[in-house]
């Protein structure tokens, strides 16, 4: 295979570009530039420090560090809510929203798994090292769960698709053990595509990619940005098509009410349309990266390529908090689930404050009427008795 394809590379800060014909090979974690042909033997090799990549690696160990940290919060708190909210509230267990479960899902193993071994990764500068198991267990988690997020968003273009083409037959089918099925096959799917990821990574200077083939390289090509990517989009692109073809055709929408009580209505077609180009916009930066570096285009080795490397899969990651922050905003059923979660979550001592701060008052105005009673009624008695002295 030829060299300037034997180690591709995803887009992990340690290491952003490899070699290819006369160009450089930058390690940002050893903090080392090699510069020469390196279509050659080691001793036309030269070593020399770049110091921008001094300051990127020390500004990076801090800085990167701490918005992991806040996408990890949010997002667990965020996923956790939406869980909650979907299991605790029987209205909202459609079979769209269970397809937004299985979403949340996705997200807090990333949350949970993926973001802290990246975020120690970082605080080391880029030092630590993982070994083989981990970093392919890193590697497969991450875009497995990637791939699971674009599925289910595709999978719910679909049902909505099917809902407004053939309410009637989708009333029959489209059910939360629908959702579920489904939920459970993209699962099963993607782990087994995403197998090809763990077997080809592997501890070299950092944790990265190592395929030995031109069958290893495209197959590996294929899962990141193919299959894990560019298809799920392909079949929610197509689905939402058909769906604004319907509507401009003048084709009333269907809401009947199975239709309705399965979670499919108007409001849902914002919601995903808003959550997908979400997911491009936070992860689209990042394929395209992978394809250009596969495609080895010149002028690729500067330093505005190295900080778009890092700004790229640092908007991936923080795409696992943003989508509960989006329920909130777009869908009025999961803002008042949230609302009502939020009030009974209140704690105890807030709300025995409160109900002794209503009683109070209570009996403020109580006493209130009481005395103002008596003022009247000794009122009345006086004017009576200064009657009666009065009369002859």
């Known amino acids: 295979m030829d060299d300037n ?10 290491v952003f570009l490899d070699h290819r014909d006369n160009g450089p090979l930058y390690i940002l974690g050893d903090n080392v530039s090699y510069a020469g042909n390196t279509s050659s033997s080691s001793e036309n090799f030269t070593i020399a420090v770049d110091p921008f ?22 997002g667990v708190l965020g996923n956790s809510l939406v869980l909650y909210v979907i299991l605790a509230n029987k ?9 937004f479960l299985n979403l949340a899902v996705a997200d807090l193993l990333f949350l949970l798994f993926v973001v802290p071994l990246e975020t120690a990764v970082n605080v080391s500068q880029w030092e630590l090292q993982l070994g083989d198991g981990l970093c392919k267990m890193l590697k497969y988690t991450t875009f497995v769960t990637m791939a699971v997020s674009a599925y289910s968003l595709a999978a719910i273009c679909v049902f909505r698709c099917r809902a407004i083409v053939s309410p ?36 070299v200077a950092q944790c990265a990619p190592v395929p030995e083939t031109d069958f ?17 989009l392909t079949i929610t692109a197509v689905a939402t098509a058909i769906i604004v073809y319907q509507l401009r055709q003048n084709r009333p929408v269907p809401e009947n009410k199975s239709l309705s009580s399965a979670g499919y209505n108007r409001r849902l077609i914002v919601l995903v349309v808003t959550v997908t180009a979400i997911f491009v916009v936070c992860w689209g ?11 080895w285009l010149h002028g690729m ?3 505005a390529w190295v900080v778009a490397s890092i700004v790229s899969l640092f908007m991936g990651y923080a795409n696992s908090c943003i989508n509960p922050i989006i329920y909130n905003f777009v869908s009025r059923e999961f803002r008042k689930a949230f609302l009502r979660t939020w009030t009974r979550c209140t704690p105890a001592r807030q709300r025995r404050n409160d109900q002794t701060l209503t009683s109070f008052k209570s009996f403020r105005t109580t006493s209130f009427n009481v005395r103002e009673q008596q003022v009247n009624i000794w009122g009345r008695t006086r004017s009576t008795t200064s009657s009666t002295k009065s009369s002859p």
């Not at 930066?285 to 495609?295: A, G, N, Q, R």
Request: glycine share 0%.
């Open 285 to 295: 930066p990042f394929h395209v990266i992978i394809i250009l570096k596969s495609l």
């Open 301 to 303: 080795a500067t330093h």
């Open 53 to 74: 990549f001094q300051t990127l690696k020390d500004t990076a160990s801090v800085v990167l560090p701490i918005c992991y940290v806040i996408v990890l919060l949010v």
């Open 91 to 99: 209205s909202l267990r459609t079979c769209p929203n269970m397809l």
């Open 216 to 232: 290893q390289f495209y197959l590996l090509l294929s899962v990141f940005s193919g299959v894990d990517f560019i298809l799920p």
């Open 168 to 203: 009637i037959r989708a009333s029959k089918y489209l059910k939360r053990r629908h959702a579920a099925c489904v939920s459970f096959l993209i699962w099963l799917l993607m782990l087994a595509s995403n197998v090809p990821v763990a077997m080809y990574h592997r501890e």
């Open 5 to 14: 394809r034997s180690y591709i590379q995803t887009i992990a800060p340690s």
